[in-house]
C-alpha cells in the first residue's frame, strides 16, 4: 500500500500556518488576532500529530 502521509509537507503545511497565524496577530483588528490564534494552536496540534505519526512509523 502507498504512503499517504508526507511528514514533509505536513510540517510545511504545520510551519505556514503558525507563521500566517503570527502575522494576523501582529495586525489590527481582534476578529485577526482571535483567527491569528487559531491557526497557531491548530498549526502547533498539527506538527505535534505529525512528529507523533513519524515516530511511530520508525519503530
Not at 10 to 37: D, Q
Not at 40 to 51: Q, R
Amino acid at each position: 500500500m502507498r504512503q499517504r502521509h508526507h511528514p514533509a509537507v505536513a510540517l510545511v503545511l504545520c510551519v505556514m500556518l503558525v507563521v500566517s497565524g503570527w502575522y494576523m496577530i501582529s495586525g489590527e483588528g481582534i476578529n485577526g488576532r482571535a483567527f491569528g490564534w487559531c491557526f497557531i494552536v491548530v498549526g502547533l496540534i498539527g506538527g505535534g500529530v505529525n512528529l507523533a505519526m513519524v515516530l511511530r512509523t520508525r519503530r
